[in-house]
Structures are given as C-alpha cells and as structure tokens.
C-alpha cells in the first residue's frame, strides 16, 4: 500500500513554519525532517530573534532531528525546507549524511548549488516542490520589509 504522504505534503508543513517565521519577522524559511512519514523536527529561521547568523531553519531542524534520534546522524530522513539551502547548511547537512533533500525555491545567490557546495554522495536532492509558493511568501517578506523602512 502506498503512503498518502508525499513530498507535497511535508513541504506544506515547511511551508507552515515559514509562515511562523514570517509572522515573528524571521526570512519566511521553514524546515521539516520526516523519518517514516513521521515529522521528527520542525523549525524555522531564528536568525533575529537569537542574533545568531547560524539560526537558519535546516541548522534548527538538524538539531531537533538529531537530539529526537539521540544521534548525529539522519540516515533515513528527509529535510523538506522551502528554500535552497546555504553552503552553511549544505555541509551541516553532509555532515549529518542525510538521504534526502526535497526543497522549494531556488536560491540563485547563495545556494548550495550555484556555490558549489558538495552534499554526502548518498543524498537525493529532488528541487522545486511548491517553489511558487515558497518565493511568493519570500517575496512578499521583503516588499514589507522595504515598505516598512
């Protein structure tokens, strides 16, 4: 029998951590980890809020996924995040050698992909899932962000 949880619907829970970014006044990026289609972290940018530049969500979700496991790494999960993650993130997550990536948006200036950046040789990365909606919600950050200064 086929699972009624697909890569849509995890990166609609990303998406929903986005949004609580977003209402907290955080870069609207939100991170999922799914191990057997349960949800083990969920997180979001704290950048702001913790004045620290590594508070990205992935950084946050690696964490969660890792103290849930009780290990360092996450074979066997997946990380749904809504956009393209940073090298920062790109080499925690190499680290961490976990199997899958499944991201919305593309970030064209400082992705992992358009830096180079190298992920473990086992991980999948499969890109563009509900990419609409993740640079919609980016975008409407940022035009209330310059409207407000």
Not at 7 to 30: C, H, N, R, S, W
Not at 81 to 90: D, G, R, S, Y
């Amino acid at each position: 029998m086929e699972s009624p949880f697909d890569d849509t619907y995890f990166m609609k829970k990303a998406l929903q951590e986005a949004e609580a970014a977003f209402e907290k006044g955080e870069i609207p990026v939100g991170a999922v980890i799914v191990i057997k289609d349960r949800i083990i972290a969920r997180a979001h940018n704290l950048t702001e809020r913790l004045n620290d530049v590594t508070a990205h969500a992935e950084m946050q979700a690696i964490t969660a996924a890792a103290n849930f496991l009780g290990g360092k790494y996450l074979t066997d999960c997946t990380l749904y995040v809504t956009l393209e993650p940073c090298q920062m993130c790109a080499g925690a997550l190499y680290w961490s050698q976990i199997s899958r990536i499944v991201y919305g948006a593309p970030d064209d200036q400082r992705g992992f992909k358009t830096l180079g950046t190298t992920l473990h040789p086992k991980t999948q990365v499969i890109s563009g899932v509900m990419a609409d909606e993740a640079s919609e919600l980016l975008k409407r950050f940022f035009i209330e962000k310059r409207n407000l200064n």
